[in-house]
């Protein structure tokens, strides 16, 4: 069934008994980042389904957490909607959002994928995986810390240092391992790049496939929607590539989020935690992961097949997504110290 038309179905009366018929009119206005169009066709079964109207402003993730700073206790933002854990921290650290209190969140929403005080939480899961070319022969590349091994000399891409998702899987080899253990990291792996980062994840899978490089590594999600491309040259670069999943007998794949809290200055702070538990519904995981291949963070919920296809069933890193947003800081310092550019 398509999106919409899976959207199309869902019912109002289902939806009802998660958003009291005393919240139902008025509005919520939504900072967010993702920008994907699926999102935009869930809002509206909100606003179908509760009488709220969701007002989007799509920005960058930092010019919408500098936007909320400007605005301060004006700010019109109810809600901020963004992906990466460490994001969320960013915002979090800054005082921007406030504590919600929900039953419904707290029990649907696992406790690593939220923040222990409530100022977010998570509605989708993306993991950082290993791509390599199926025709490279990479062998005895199994967890995250061998990409430093110097048998993987000048066959990897990776995208830089500035990238929110690098840091992230960073701070969680921080958690893992230690800062020192970190550095000598990723000294190693910059040892073994095959050139310089450039470009996004998608750019990162495409040298792969292409021979550039032997070894990558990107988001489950990129790959998946060139699985699931209607260009014919797209779905021959997801055909020529292997994925690795990391860590599989030890700690699991790193795991990160989207999400979204209640800010600090909400004008209709009520609406914004309906819109939360409507996220959280069983209905909306399915289509908000769905839309951007991503896996539901409610457990139980069926999501595309596609992830089945590429991923199948894995060992998830379920350290807590507070933990190495919060690492975020020294995940770049070490980056920078350690001439990942
Ligand atoms: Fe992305």
Excluded at 80 to 96: I, Q, Y
Excluded at 299 to 328: C, K, P, W
């Amino acid at each position: 069934m398509s999106l919409r038309r899976f959207l199309g179905s869902l019912s109002a009366a289902a939806l009802m008994t998660i958003v009291p018929p005393a919240l139902a009119d008025g509005e919520v206005n939504l900072y967010t980042s993702r920008h994907y169009d699926s999102d935009q066709v869930l809002f509206a079964a909100f606003t179908e389904a509760t009488g709220i109207t969701v007002n989007v402003i799509e920005d960058k993730a930092g010019k919408l957490i500098e936007r909320i700073k400007t605005e301060g206790v004006n700010s019109p933002a109810d809600v901020f909607l963004t992906v990466d854990a460490s994001n969320l921290m960013n915002a979090a650290s800054d005082g921007l959002f406030q504590a919600t209190s929900s039953d419904s969140l707290d029990s649907r929403i696992p406790a690593n994928l939220r923040h222990p005080d409530g100022l977010w939480f998570a509605f989708t899961k993306r993991a950082r995986v290993i791509m390599v070319r199926e025709d490279a022969g990479v062998t005895g590349l199994e967890r995250y810390e061998d990409l430093a091994d110097p048998r993987f000399d000048d066959m990897i891409c990776i995208r830089s240092s500035g990238n929110i998702y690098n840091q992230s899987l960073v701070g969680s080899l921080i958690a893992a391992n230690g800062e020192e253990a970190t550095a000598a990291w990723v000294q190693g792996l910059v040892a073994n790049m095959a050139r310089e980062p450039e470009s996004n994840d998608t750019g990162q899978i495409r040298a792969v496939a292409a021979g550039e490089c032997s070894i990558g590594v990107a988001n489950t999600y990129y790959l998946a929607r060139l699985t699931r491309s209607d260009d014919p040259a797209d779905r021959a670069v997801a055909a020529a590539i292997d994925v690795i999943l990391p860590n599989q007998d030890d700690r699991g794949t790193h795991v990160n989020i989207s999400g979204a809290g209640v800010l600090s200055h909400a004008p209709n702070a009520a609406n914004a935690v309906a819109f939360l538990e409507f996220l959280a519904s069983d209905e909306a995981q399915l289509a908000f992961a769905d839309g951007n291949n991503e896996w539901p963070a409610v457990e139980g919920v069926a999501h595309g097949s596609v992830l089945d296809d590429l991923y199948g069933e894995f060992a998830q890193d379920d350290i807590s997504v507070a933990t190495f947003g919060a690492n975020r800081s020294s995940a770049l310092n070490i980056m920078e110290a350690n001439g990942w550019k």
